[in-house]
């Protein structure tokens, strides 16, 4: 009879401990879901914020990134950024921040530059 009871103390203590363990995951899953939905927000604010301020972005667009290197207030900046990284990155891309549309790339490492059609 006493060593029931007993086996009945660990069941109950091995319950209580794996309900902890579930309940921390939980907690954990619900923590890490969070963040990653407020970083979104931030990223996707601050490009808005960015996009009414105007300005343009250079990328590196490839197979393996696409990520922003760095923005500038005008035209001239982001061609001579372009300019400069070229001769080593066939794959920068010069897009205007108010319109989206891409200005200039390094294509060749040449730097061309993309005009209106009209």
Known sequence: MNSLKNNNL???KNMKLELRIFICFIITVICVM???HSYSNSEEKATIIQQTVGGFEIRIQNDYDNERLETT???DEALTYLKRYSVYHEDLFVY???TGMQVASSANGSGVIYTDAN
């Open 96 to 98: 205007d921040l108010v």
């Open 34 to 36: 969070y963040s990653n």
């Open 10 to 12: 660990i069941y109950n």
């Open 73 to 75: 207030q005008t035209l």
